[in-house]
């Protein structure tokens, strides 16, 4: 018996596994489509997002937890500096609000204070881990992307970046705008 359930056990986490390979975001390749809207999450305006948002303009995500609001600030600066064209590039900031303890409106409230810091980025909700589980990103973490105008992942960053990180990333969008 111990024997069997070992075999599916293995057998379990091995289809987990790849259920996760095949929803996970590859470089070259648009993310598997996610909306956020109602109870999922949305726009601090309460509209909802799609990924199909990511295809037309040069765009960069943060998906950050609430805990790990200012991990990539450095980030978030060195692109504002750049005053890249707005008719070309776009930036979102989607904010895991399930990864933290903190109640909603405490993080609504720091959200509402980043938009006037950052009045061009598309601030946007999930409050149940939608893009964790749709594009296999980090969880309670600062995860940085940047699509192509086709939509297409061309840089990835789960955790803090770097300094050289950092340069590469706006490297990344200067050479694709």
């Not at 881990?129 to 086709?150: C, E, G, P, R, T």
């Amino acid at each position: 018996m111990v024997k069997h359930s070992l075999k599916v056990l293995v057998f379990l986490l091995a289809a987990l596994l790849i259920n996760q390979l095949v929803w996970a975001v590859e470089f070259g390749e648009p993310p598997p489509k996610v909306e956020l809207k109602e109870n999922l999450g949305g726009r601090l305006d309460a509209k909802p997002w799609s990924s199909d948002e990511l295809q037309g303009k040069l765009s960069v995500i943060f998906y950050v937890s609430p805990d790990e609001g200012d991990t990539n600030n450095p980030a978030s600066e060195a692109l504002r500096k750049e005053k890249f064209p707005a008719d070309k590039f776009r930036s979102y900031a989607i904010i895991n609000m399930a990864a933290s303890m903190l109640p909603n409106f405490l993080v609504n409230s720091a959200l509402k204070e980043k938009q006037e810091r950052y009045p061009r980025t598309i601030y946007v909700r999930d409050y149940n881990k939608v893009l964790v589980d749709a594009w296999n990103i980090a969880d309670h973490s600062s995860d940085v992307m940047v699509f192509d105008k086709q939509g297409t992942l061309i840089f990835r960053k789960d955790g803090k970046l770097t300094d050289e990180e950092i340069q590469k990333l706006i490297k990344t969008v200067r050479d694709n705008l």
